[in-house]
């Protein structure tokens, strides 16, 4: 399999690119712009969710506070092409891809979806609900760098067909949510977020800190 996208068949319609975005922050910005640089003509859409199944124990900013730190940081990238989707944040239960996709399919009809995925997620794919539909559904799993230098191979796991599969040739961006959240302002790096969602987000601790004390 060769993980280089084909320019010739590089033609997608919709894409989706969902997360927790718990905060949002310049590795989500890089996706966003590496798609943009990949697929010029593709819809993506832009999906935070509040709920995960993966991530229900972890620390949680509100559905407001996550959405404003979404509109803030991506600021500048939203487009008509580039749309801040609310489907999943917009609900209090467990978010599930395939069912975003199915509405996503809906709003889109006509139209193929791709799906965006961290190389730090793609050994753990089968485990999400409903995995194999999820390939039926979509055209193409587009996978984000996240520690492999290109161009260097991903090992694709044998559960998901060769075809189906792109690994965008992306720069690497050491940049987590986990550690924004884990560390204090003075040990995020000052390229981790943008001036005005670093300021928002600061904010928002602040408030954070005045309602336990």
């Not at 978010?95 to 995925?117: A, D, G």
């Not at 409903?130 to 161009?151: A, D, G």
């Amino acid at each position: 399999m060769s993980q280089e996208k084909d320019k010739s068949e590089g033609k997608m319609d919709v894409i989706l690119f969902g997360g927790s975005f718990n905060p949002p922050h310049i590795g989500h910005r890089h996706v966003i712009t590496t798609i943009q640089t990949e697929f010029p003509q593709a819809k993506l859409y832009v999906c935070p969710n509040f709920v995960s199944p993966f991530k229900q124990k972890e620390r949680k900013f509100t559905k407001e506070e996550i959405w404003n730190l979404c509109l803030t940081e991506f600021e500048g990238l939203l487009s008509p092409k580039v749309i801040l989707w609310d489907e999943e944040i917009k609900q209090n239960q467990i978010s599930y891809t395939i069912e975003t996709l199915h509405t996503l399919q809906t709003k889109e009809p006509n139209q193929s979806l791709s799906l965006v995925i961290g190389e730090d997620n793609l050994m753990s794919f089968q485990e999400w609900k409903s995995y194999e539909e999820i390939l039926t559904l979509i055209r193409s799993l587009l996978v984000v760098r996240r520690f492999t230098k290109p161009p260097e191979t991903i090992p694709c796991p044998s559960f998901i067909p060769k075809t189906k599969l792109i690994v965008l040739n992306n720069a690497l961006v050491p940049m987590s949510s986990t550690h924004i959240r884990n560390h204090t302002p003075e040990e995020w790096e000052t390229f981790s977020l943008l001036p005005n969602t670093r300021s928002l987000l600061l904010s928002y601790r602040e408030k954070e800190s005045g309602m336990k004390s």
